[in-house]
């Protein structure tokens, strides 16, 4: 219900110009400084994924952006780098930010407020890692001013850019306060979304084909057909393989067991892509989880590997498969040994950081 919500939400906020507004934000922020201007493209990205969904920053904003550097005449590696790993990263803020954490907040019935909190500190640390690394890679791209010759964003549609806005807003603060009256959030972001969409289209601004156009069945699918196969995972062996492996990790229940799940799950991911992965962690985690020392902690942990691992390979994730797909259309080359050699550098410390946080979080808020 939340995945169907939340996409039918994107789809309205696409087309009444959220995304077209938010490049434009970003652009003027920017004040003519190409270094500041990368800093905001990271800033906005991350805002987009954790209200949105990743993928919303991969298929919606990334061909924004693109337009935008272009027009200002500036390098785009960068930014669409950054594009593609805020995506990833930004993802661990909250539950909706992507399906590997759906998938282990429905499977683990994790509450909404408590892993933000929990998930707030790695992903802060995460998204400021992944900035300054990326950063210093490009730095000569990142160089020099560019000239503010973007037109102002005006909305087509005025009531519409309002309504999208306000349902952003509204069902973020509705995910905080459901679990306080015993709501499933699942509930609430199918709610809202229908809202949008039934007024949208009683008021003649958006036809049904076009909401039903920007929702991925294909993803929908997959959530089904992942959790007809966890069984049949389950009796090949690959999940025990999978738990003996994290089991072997590290002793104890503190930061070494909580890195080496994160690393082994982000290795993972890069194998077989994250969703397949998270949903073998999860089973592999369950024993960790109800009998081990270590608790849910092993649960955020992998979700750590399982958002930030694919910033190391393009078929870490459907999102980085789906940017790679839209940066070649517009004729960057961009190889997958190109994105190897950003990835190897990047990934382990941001992997690094995260994992901090997390350990540090937890000891905070518990797990």
């Given amino acids: 219900m939340l995945l169907v919500g939340m996409m039918a939400l994107s789809a309205i906020a696409e087309k009444a110009g959220f995304f077209d507004w938010a490049a434009s934000l970003t652009a003027r922020a920017g004040g003519g400084s190409v270094l500041r201007l990368y800093g905001f493209v990271v ?30 005449r500036l390098s785009p590696m960068p930014f ?68 503010q010759n973007l037109p102002s964003f005006v909305p087509e549609n005025q009531r519409l850019f309002r309504m999208a806005t306000g349902g952003v807003a509204g069902v973020l603060v509705a995910f905080f306060l459901a679990p306080i009256f015993g709501i499933p959030i699942g509930l609430v972001g199918l709610t ?32 089904i057909g992942l959790f007809l196969v966890v069984q049949g995972v389950e009796n090949v062996g690959l999940a025990s393989a999978v738990r003996r492996a994290f089991a072997a990790v590290a002793p104890g229940d503190g930061f070494l067991q909580i890195l080496g799940i994160a690393v082994g799950s982000a290795l993972g991911s890069n194998f077989i892509n994250n969703v397949p992965m998270i949903v073998l962690a999860l089973s592999a985690t369950e024993p960790l989880v109800s009998k081990g020392t270590l608790g849910f902690a092993a649960v955020y942990a992998v979700i750590l590997g399982t958002n930030i691992g694919p910033n190391l390979t393009t078929v870490g994730s459907l999102a980085t498969l789906i940017w790679l797909t839209i940066i070649c259309g517009k004729g960057m080359d961009v190889t997958a040994k190109d994105y190897l050699k950003v990835g190897a550098i990047s990934t382990p410390v941001i992997l690094l950081v995260a994992a901090i946080g997390l350990w ?5 808020f518990g797990g």
Wanted: glycine content about 6%; overall charge neutral.
């Fill in 192 to 223: 809202v979304g229908a809202l949008l969409v039934f007024v949208a289209r009683f008021r003649g601004w958006m036809a049904l084909r076009g909401v039903a156009g920007n929702i991925s069945w294909s993803i929908l699918a997959l959530v």
């Fill in 80 to 147: 669409m780098f950054a594009c593609v790993y805020t995506a990833n990263t930004a993802s661990l803020f909250l539950p909706i930010s992507n399906l590997t954490n759906l998938l282990a907040y429905d499977v683990f019935d994790l509450e909404f407020t408590k892993f933000t909190l929990i998930m707030l500190i790695p992903a802060t640390l995460s998204i400021l890692a992944n900035a300054l690394i990326l950063a210093g890679l490009f730095r000569k791209d990142l160089r020099g001013s560019y000239e």
């Fill in 43 to 72: 800033l906005a990205g991350a805002l987009i994924t954790a209200t949105l969904s990743l993928d919303a920053m991969a298929i919606v904003l990334t061909p924004i952006i693109y337009g935008m550097v272009v027009r200002l």
């Fill in 360 to 364: 540090i979080s937890l000891e905070i």
